[in-house]
């Protein structure tokens, strides 16, 4: 069961984790079940571990591009109010 779970993740990690940052976040998801295996860790409880990780990668990386775009969009506000009052100001 555990290695269909882990298709299964592995196949939806790219869908979830996006960005310019997923390359690196996906081959660190990779990376710790590789470790995991190595450890000896039961493929399942490994499994369980990858899908807790990619969550928390998922997550993270989503507040990321949200907070980014709140910045752009606060700054832009910021731009065109002030455009707007100098425009009054002529």
């Known amino acids: 069961m555990s290695n269909r779970v882990v298709g299964a993740l592995r196949r939806l990690a790219p869908r979830l984790v996006r ?13 710790a079940w590789e470790r995991d295996l190595a450890k000896g860790i039961p493929r399942g409880r490994a499994a369980l571990r990858y899908g807790r990780n990619l ?5 993270a990386v989503a507040r990321a591009r949200t907070s980014t775009r709140s ?3 606060a700054v832009r506000t910021a731009l065109g109010a002030s455009r707007a009052r100098i425009v009054s100001q002529l």
Do not use: H, K, R
Not at 19 to 31: I, Q, R, S
Not at 55 to 59: G, K, M, R
């Open 19 to 31: 960005g310019p940052d997923a390359p690196f976040v996906l081959a660190d998801l990779e990376e």
């Open 55 to 59: 969550t928390a990668s998922a997550v």
């Open 71 to 73: 910045a752009e969009i």
